[in-house]
């Protein structure tokens, strides 16, 4: 198999050794569990049960709102206590309605599903059962699964690339789930292959994990359509369009879709997940989450319940060193800052990292001296240092116009910039306000659009009566002849 | 004598002509730029920028006597827009970003008058005769005119509270949103 050559990436000091090699851990059940109804990319949930009202494990608790959602559902039995807002896993710190779930100790489940045969379902079946079971993407986009397989078997899909690489530093949870898991996550990815009709699915795995390749190559062997790629350890290896540009040789266009070229990514905890809903009927109610970082004292990787708060993670995992200078969700490099740790772990947090002040970068910013290493690595293609020139003098439109949107936020030029400027945070920082014009212009033309309908609907309505008015005075000079 | 009221007659006729053919013809178009401001506007007539409506707003604007920033409820999209209808240099960071304003009807003093949902050049609100009314959020662009006709005074503007869809990262070197 031809392998291309991708553009950029850096070598950062990955931190894998302590957590890859230790079995996972389930965690002892927490005292409540806390649901956000915003877990996914697109419309809110909504609630579908009571304050006071019993659950069973499993149960649908919010249902999904419009296409673009996904449902929430019950991590164990108990009883709701409240319906209200919590602090989201989000660098805002920002309330958000949240579901408070009581668990009872019993874990009671719902009848489990009778075994079917997933290959004898149709597409648009497999892909409402994911979307019943509220699978989002789980590598940290959060996408609804269900979207992305519906859109994927509009078109054709040659291959279907199953996400196994982490490149990310600390996060060990798709590894050990590839070690612990092998052959559920490549009949997940099987199922998925019969969804979308492909005739082809490729493995792609960093080659730092070689337990993870050689588990995942005995599992896939009896299938020669399923391929474990070894993939060059370099970051961002794992992100989407470089993992298609590596293994089909092709790059995704700027502004297009990975579907445009025939291919679809899924992680592999997704995938797992996957076969978990079509083969037992269980919804995604918990996930694996790496807990590590200089301040944690003893790194590993957790089996977690949705909703399980994030103190209440690294307290089971034995607790702290040393006060974290930063708390992040996710991995180093495109993590999310979180507020503080009474925060619930949700559908797309695949580590939680406690970092120490010597693992951070440097906050002391001095001037660009021109170097062109931020150019080098950037794996889009980018000059990362002539847009944060332009966004600094607040001209986003002209940041835009030289690639701003095809930036992949994975964070390689901060990474390497000499002078600690925060080049990802600009950009950040830009994408956010292009977003929230284009917000502001739709709502300016709704609102434009709302008063011309209206001072329309006022002339009519004057034409109507003046109409009127004119007719009965036509009538009564009428019946005035009449009398005449 | 015959001949004096000829010549007058004819040169009233003729002048008359003439003044009713240039009248038609040689006619001062209405400035283009004024129609081309007045469709960026948001039509609502809502009086913020201190003219008597958006039609004089835009005139103002194409003479170049009202500042690009004049109006608040189309916030900083309309501005740029109109800075590049009229080639105006502008210095974004000096514009300082208002926070999204919403109507909001405070239900303890709400007596269901009716007279705000005739003023809402939006159709904003909505109500019945002594009913309570209320404010469809997506639909209000905080022009404030139905805060004047209010009887009881109930009706107030307010920041639209930030969620997770609409926070946004701050710019390096700027002081992020305390939590």
Known sequence: MKLARTRGGVHPEYHKKPTSALPVESLPLPQMLYLPLQQHVGTT??????????????????????????????????????????????????????????????????????????????????SSIVSEAGIVGMGGAAFPSAVKLDQGSKGQIHTLIINGSECEPYLTCDDRL??????????????????????????????????????????????????????????????????????????????????????????????????????????????????????????????VLLGTLVSDLIESSGGLKESPARLLSGGPMMGQIMPHAHVPIVKNTSGIIALIGSELQKDDTRPCIRCGRCVSVCPAGLLPLQMAARIRVDDV???????LTDCISCGSCSYVCPSNIPLVHYFTFAKGELSSRREQQRQNDHIRGLTESRSKRLAEQKRAKAEELAKKKARSNNSKETVN | ??????????????????LALSSRYLKVEKNPITEDIEALLPGSQCGQCGFPGCGAAAEALSRGEAPVTLCPPGGKVLVMALA??????????????????????KAETCIGCTRCLKVCPTDAIIGAPKQLHTVIKSACSACGKCIGVCPTECLHLQPVAQDLKTWRWSKPGQITAQI
Not at chain 1, 397 to 403: L, N, P, Q, Y
Not at chain 2, 6 to 14: D, K, P, Q
Request: net charge negative.
């Open chain 2, 1 to 18: 004598m015959i001949s004096a009221i000829m010549v007058i007659t004819s040169m009233g006729l003729g002048l008359g002509y003439a």
């Open chain 1, 397 to 403: 439109d002209g940041a835009a116009k030289i690639g």
């Open chain 1, 45 to 126: 949930a909504v609630p579908v049960v009571k304050v006071g009202e019993y659950v069973r494990k499993g149960q649908m608790i919010a249902s999904a709102e419009g296409h673009l959602s996904a449902h929430i559902h019950a991590p164990t039995s108990g009883k709701i206590k409240f319906i209200a807002d919590f602090t989201a896993p989000h660098p805002s710190g920002l309330p958000t309605l949240t579901i408070q779930l009581e668990p009872d100790g019993l874990d009671i489940a719902d009848d489990e599903l009778p075994d079917r045969d997933p290959f004898a379902l149709s597409s648009r079946e497999i």
């Open chain 1, 178 to 303: 590839m070690q612990e898991h092998a052959d559920g996550i490549v009949d997940g990815a099987r199922i998925m292959m019969h969804a979308l009709n492909a005739p082809c699915a490729r493995i792609a795995i960093e080659g730092n994990k070689p337990e993870a390749i050689a588990t995942m190559k005995a599992a896939a062997s009896s299938w020669d359509n399923i391929a474990v790629v070894p993939m060059p350890v370099c970051y961002p290896m794992g992100s989407a369009k470089q993992m298609i540009q590596f293994i089909t040789g092709k790059e995704v266009p700027a502004g297009g879709r990975s579907a445009e070229l025939g291919v679809l990514v899924h992680n592999v905890a997704t995938t797992f997940a996957v076969h978990q809903a079509l083969r037992t009927g269980r919804p995604l109610i918990s996930r694996l989450v790496t807990v590590g970082g200089g301040a944690i004292r003893s790194p590993r990787n957790f089996h």
């Open chain 2, 84 to 105: 590049q209808k009229l080639s105006v240099e502008l210095d974004l960071s000096s514009i300082e970003e208002q926070a999204p304003m919403l109507a909001v009807i």
